[in-house]
Structures are given as structure tokens and as C-alpha cells.
């Protein structure tokens, strides 16, 4: 038996993560990918270059420190390889390109600019197809800060996918116009519109606290009825309340809303009654990347 460490680090719009991952290679077995250990830094780039269009000089400092958090958690983990992507936050922000630079100089970590499109096709390498009945479809949402990714399976196979700039960082910043919405409804129903029956899948923090805090049991899904109660429950609180009163933490307090309505539109123009949460997302698809890469394999 050979046990190897992976990392992945996903810096997104609302926050940066370190996800590292044992993996276990033993002969004539398949191989098993476990989680180790997750460390999140709420640092929300997005505020910054989505409302002004660059990351500010604080910021810029707080990844560079991350970054440098992140490489000695690395070293000392005994990780043998690990793979770095930014995303919207990063990629539309007129000075990205020198923080990553800076990155690369002072943490001696590498970052790759992902666009929307990449970002589906690292998710879709995670152990999603295996969650999935051959003969049922499912609606793929991964909600970020930046941008939502949609991705329509049928038979375990990708039949569309598609990046909306629509995340909860923009939608708490009123920079989302109706064109947007009308766009984003008018695709999902053109895609499912001959499809009988559609479930959700969902991915991203904050569907994730939500399953949390339903109560229900690991793999149960949601209805899109308790999501729509919830919706306006979470709505008649306070940003306070929900810290208090829900232990939320205050980066997740207000884009927990947004996040929830994207999810409610998806439901509603799909017809879709469930919504599973997986609890696997772009870090998880980076490990699986990478180490498919590494050994030159496919999943």
C-alpha cells in the first residue's frame, strides 16, 4: 500500500481554500481519494474586482500572506504535488495577472487562471457520475462568488454546459441586470424542455450549509418546497440573526440569500422537485485532476 498527499487550492470570490487529500494506491485495487483537511480564509476578492475592478492593496497582501500560510501547511502535510486555480474574482480583476506573479515570487506557489468552461470540466472529473442513475438527468449548479456553473447530464454523459456571470458577490453588489436572469432562464428551459424529470445537483458553501441546516441525513436531498420555506425564513432574519441565531459565520451570513435564489429559479424554470448535495465541488475535481495528470491516466 502506497499513501500519497495531494493538495488543491481554489481561490475563488468569496473566499480561498486548501483542500488536501490522502490518497491510497494499492496493487490490483482501485485507487481511494480521502479528505484530509480543509483550511478556508474569507478573503472576498470578488467586492474588490468585480465593483471596482481590481483587487485592492490589502487584499493583495492578504492572499499573498495565505499563499505563504498555505506552502509551509503544504510542507509540512508532506504533499507531494498540488494544483492552484483563481477564478472569476482573480481573472477579472486588472491587476490579477500581478498578484499571481507575486504569488509566484514571494509563496513560490504557481496559480492558474481558469475561465468558466475549465471550471465545469475539473468539477465534472469529481466522483459526480457515480452519484448519478443512468437513466435520470440532473442539473449540475456550482455556485461561487463570481459566477454560477450549469452543466446538464444525461445517461452519465455531459450534454451542455454553460458559465453565468451570476454569483452571490455580484448579487449582493446589485450588479446583476434582468438580461441576466431572463438569459440564464431562457437556457435552462430550452435544455430541459424534453426532459420529463430533472434533479439538481448542487455545490458550493453555501448549499452545503443549507443540507446542514435542514437536519438532514448525509445523501438525503433537499425539496425545493423546504428550500423555497427556507428562503423566506432566512430572508426574515436580520444579517445578525442569521450570525446568532443560525451560527452562521459572518461571510456566509449574506451571501447565503443570493445563493439560495439561485438555486430557487434553477428549481422552478427546470421543474426539478430535488436538489442532492454531494458535498464535492472544484477542489474535490482539482485532486482528481492532478492526479490523473501526475500518473497519466484517466478517471
Known amino acids: 500500500m502506497k499513501v500519497r498527499k495531494f493538495a488543491a487550492i481554489d481561490i475563488g470570490s468569496n473566499a480561498i481554500r486548501l483542500l488536501t487529500h490522502n490518497i491510497i494506491e494499492e496493487k490490483n ?6 479528505k484530509s483537511a480543509l483550511v478556508r480564509v474569507p478573503v472576498r476578492l470578488g467586492e474588490d474586482s468585480f465593483t471596482v475592478g481590481e483587487i485592492t492593496d490589502r487584499n493583495a497582501d492578504r492572499i499573498v500572506s495565505t499563499m505563504k500560510a498555505f506552502k509551509l501547511l503544504m510542507d509540512v502535510a508532506g504533499v507531494e504535488n498540488y494544483m492552484a486555480c483563481a477564478t472569476s474574482a482573480m481573472r477579472e480583476a486588472n491587476n490579477g495577472l500581478e498578484i499571481i506573479k507575486r504569488v509566484k515570487d514571494e509563496a513560490d506557489i504557481t496559480i492558474e487562471l481558469i475561465d468558466g468552461k475549465r471550471e465545469a470540466a475539473i468539477i465534472a472529473s469529481t466522483d459526480l457520475k457515480q452519484l448519478m442513475q443512468k437513466d435520470k438527468s440532473y ?3 456550482d455556485v461561487g462568488g463570481g459566477s454560477t456553473e450549469f452543466t446538464l447530464f444525461t445517461e452519465n ?3 451542455v454546459s454553460k458559465s453565468f456571470k451570476l454569483g452571490t458577490v455580484r448579487l449582493l ?3 446583476v441586470g434582468e438580461a441576466t ?5 431562457d437556457w435552462v428551459k430550452e435544455h430541459v424542455k424534453n426532459i420529463p424529470d430533472v434533479s ?7 448549499i452545503n450549509k443549507l443540507h446542514k441546516i435542514s437536519g438532514r441525513k448525509e445523501g438525503e436531498p ?3 418546497i423546504w428550500l423555497k420555506a427556507q428562503y423566506s425564513f432566512l430572508e426574515s432574519l436580520t444579517y445578525e440573526e442569521r450570525i446568532s441565531e443560525l451560527g452562521l459565520n459572518p461571510d456566509r451570513a449574506d451571501v447565503i440569500i443570493p445563493a439560495t435564489k439561485i438555486f430557487l429559479s434553477a428549481a422552478k424554470w427546470s421543474g426539478a422537485k430535488k436538489i442532492h448535495v454531494p458535498k464535492i465541488g472544484l477542489s474535490d475535481g482539482i485532486i482528481k485532476t ?7 491516466k484517466k478517471p
Not at 181 to 185: N, V
Open 29 to 34: 485495487k482501485v485507487t481511494l481519494f480521502r
Open 139 to 141: 442539473l449540475y449548479i
Open 157 to 159: 454523459k455531459i450534454q
Open 173 to 175: 453588489n446589485n450588479m
Open 222 to 224: 433537499l425539496s425545493s
Open 290 to 296: 492532478l492526479y490523473y495528470d501526475t500518473n497519466g
Open 181 to 185: 436572469w431572463q438569459k440564464l432562464e
Open 200 to 206: 439538481i445537483i448542487g455545490s458550493g458553501g453555501n
